[in-house]
């Protein structure tokens, strides 16, 4: 194990802080699709992310049925822990899943603005929710080099 890598618990709490999430997922002789998600997380739980049903994402997901996700600290000292594992594709609640991101990236007033706005994009019957577990961590914590 490198000095710099994170322990269990160091990675867990990192995860569960706010970060913009990237999710890699396989594309038959493609490259992976690559994009930037909103999620939440909860230390010895799964990566959640809601996203539209009918959505690439989800057609490239149910296809692979795993998922990579990464996120990161974009400024010295660097830090990022990256997941990968299966998928599950479920109904998201509503307060859970997408009220609750909304306002945890965007702050109360902003999250409420955005709900209001996308009222018609972010319904339960035109999302679901990805979740990601876990099977493998990778991490760096560039703080640890002194």
Known sequence: ????????TEREAFLADTHVGIVSIAHA???????????RYEPGGAVRFA???TSHKIRLLRA??????CVQN??????????????????????????????????RE????????????????ANVVVILQPERWYS???RKTG
């Open 1 to 8: 194990m490198s000095p710099v890598t994170m322990s269990r």
């Open 29 to 39: 002789g493609r490259g992976p699709l690559t994009v930037p998600v909103w999620y």
């Open 51 to 53: 996203t539209g049903a």
């Open 64 to 69: 692979a049925g795993r998922a990579g996700f």
């Open 74 to 107: 974009e400024t010295a000292p660097y830090q990022y822990v990256s997941v990968e594992g299966a998928v599950t594709i479920g109904k998201p609640d509503p307060e859970r899943d997408i009220r609750e991101i909304a306002i945890r990236y965007l702050g």
């Open 110 to 125: 902003q999250g409420e603005a955005y709900l209001k706005m996308m009222a018609a994009e972010l319904t339960p019957d």
């Open 140 to 142: 760096a914590d560039y």
